[in-house]
C-alpha cells in the first residue's frame, strides 16, 4: 500500500516540457508523492537530465525522453519506450507549451502551424498515446496546461489564445470520449512569476491588476496538479483557473 505521506506510490507520470519553469516544479512534486516520472523535452537537454537527477534522488525512478510533442511519430516513439522501461502510464501532464507575441496583420501560417502543433495537436497525440495503456490498466488521469489565454481576449497572441482555448475544449471531449476509466481536467495559469521576473514592469502592473495583488508561482500550478494525481475520484472534464482572480476582473 501506498505510504500516506506517497500517495502516488508505484504510478508512472509523464509531465511534457518538464524540464523547466512548470514543468519542472509539477514533475518534482509527483515525485515527491511517490511516482516514478519521465521528464520530457525538446531542446533543454542539460535541465532536462539535471531535473531527472534531482527526482531521482527523492528516491523514485526517472528518466529525461527527449521528443517534439508536435510530431505523432516522436510522440509514439516516446510511449514505446515508457511502456519498455515502465510497462505504464497512470498520469500525464500535458504542459509543453509555446507562447509568444505577434501583431494580427503580421502573423504567418508558421506561426500558427508552430503554436497549435506543439499547443493543441501535441497534447491531443500525446492522451490518444497514454489513454491506450491506461485503458489496459483500466485507469489514468491526463492533466492538460491551458491558460487564462484560452478564456480570454489577448489581441496580440490571437494564435496562442486559440490554441489554449482548443485544449479546453479537447479537455471536455477527452473527459466524455474517455470517461469512466481515464478522468481528464484542465488548469489554467494565469500570471506565474519565475526568478528574475520580479521587477519587470509589464509583470508588475498584470499582478496590480489581478483582485489578490499578488504573483503566482510554479508550485501553486504543481499543487492543482497534486491534488488532482491524489485526491480526485469524482471531477473530470473541468477547467482550474489559478490566476489570482484575474478571470474576474476588468483591469
Known amino acids: 500500500m501506498p505510504k500516506p505521506n506517497r500517495p502516488l506510490q508505484g504510478q508512472v507520470a509523464l509531465v511534457t516540457g518538464a524540464a523547466l519553469?512548470?514543468?519542472?516544479?509539477?514533475?518534482?512534486?509527483?515525485?515527491?508523492?511517490?511516482?516514478?516520472?519521465?521528464?520530457?523535452?525538446?531542446?533543454?537537454?542539460?535541465?532536462?537530465?539535471?531535473?531527472?537527477?534531482?527526482i531521482q534522488s527523492l528516491g523514485v525512478d526517472s528518466v529525461a525522453l527527449r521528443a517534439d510533442v508536435s510530431k505523432p511519430r516522436e510522440v509514439e516513439a516516446m510511449f514505446r519506450a515508457i511502456k519498455r522501461r515502465f510497462r505504464r502510464c497512470d498520469i500525464l501532464v500535458n504542459n509543453a507549451g509555446i507562447f509568444y507575441p505577434a501583431r494580427w496583420d503580421r502573423l504567418t501560417e508558421r506561426d500558427w502551424d508552430r503554436i497549435l502543433g506543439t499547443n493543441l495537436k501535441g497534447p491531443f497525440f500525446c492522451a490518444q498515446a497514454a489513454a491506450r495503456l491506461m485503458m489496459k490498466q483500466g485507469r489514468g488521469q491526463i492533466i492538460n496546461i491551458s491558460s487564462l489565454g484560452g478564456i480570454q481576449a489577448w489581441p496580440l497572441y490571437m494564435h496562442y489564445c486559440s490554441s489554449k482555448a482548443g485544449l479546453i475544449m479537447l479537455t471536455r471531449c477527452?473527459?466524455?470520449g474517455l470517461a469512466p476509466r481515464i478522468r481528464v481536467n484542465s488548469i489554467a495559469p494565469g500570471t506565474i512569476l519565475f526568478p528574475g521576473e520580479e521587477r519587470d514592469p509589464a509583470m508588475k502592473k498584470l499582478v496590480r491588476n489581478a483582485p489578490l495583488g499578488i504573483p503566482g508561482h510554479a508550485s501553486d500550478i504543481a499543487d492543482v496538479v497534486l491534488f488532482l494525481a491524489t485526491r480526485n475520484r469524482f471531477i473530470t472534464g473541468q477547467v482550474f483557473v489559478v490566476d489570482g482572480g484575474k478571470s474576474i476582473s476588468s483591469g
Open 21 to 54: 519553469r512548470i514543468g519542472r516544479a509539477i514533475a518534482l512534486a509527483l515525485a515527491e508523492a511517490g511516482a516514478h516520472v519521465v521528464v520530457n523535452y525538446n531542446r533543454s537537454k542539460k535541465p532536462a537530465m539535471e531535473t531527472t537527477r534531482e
Open 174 to 176: 477527452l473527459a466524455k
